[in-house]
Every structure is written in structure tokens, then in C-alpha cells.
């Protein structure tokens, strides 16, 4: 579990980007990358702690292949009960 407020600011934006892709239609591959990326250049800025960007990959990696976060909810059709 993400604690300070920085990481889960990184986690947030990152995980909002995320689901906005695959809404977009990129799949994991892509979505891997992006992680990837977004994680390499929090290194190379030395944003945060580099303890703390391997927390952020661990937990961002399991929000990617949890299926249930890329789900389009489902709206119950209204029924017509007055």
C-alpha cells in the first residue's frame, strides 16, 4: 500500500492515464510500456525515492492486470414501476 502523498499523486495520474488508453483501445502491451516509461523517467528525475518508485511499479503493475479496473460499469435498464 502507497502511503505518502507524492506516490499516490504519481499513482493517480498514472492510473488515470492508464484507463483513459485502454478506453482509447490500447491493450497491456501498450499500457506496459507506458508504465515503464513513466516509471523511467521518474528515475531519471529523481522525483522520488527510488524505494518508493519500486512500491509505485508494484502496485501500478497490479492495478494493470486486475481486469476489473478496465470494465465499462453496466447501467441497469430503468424499469417503468410508478
Do not use: C
Not at 36 to 46: P, Q, S
Request: aromatic share 14%; no cysteine; net charge negative.
Amino acid at each position: 500500500m502507497l502511503q505518502d502523498t507524492e506516490t499516490i499523486r504519481h499513482y493517480q495520474k498514472l492510473t488515470d492515464a492508464l484507463v483513459e488508453m485502454w478506453h482509447r483501445g490500447y491493450r497491456y502491451d501498450s499500457l506496459r510500456l507506458y508504465l515503464d516509461g513513466y516509471l523511467a523517467a521518474l528515475r531519471h528525475t529523481n522525483a522520488i525515492e527510488a524505494y518508493r518508485i519500486h512500491r509505485l511499479e508494484e502496485e501500478a503493475t497490479r492495478y494493470i492486470y486486475d481486469r476489473s479496473n478496465f470494465e465499462i460499469p453496466q447501467t441497469q435498464p430503468q424499469s417503468d414501476y410508478y
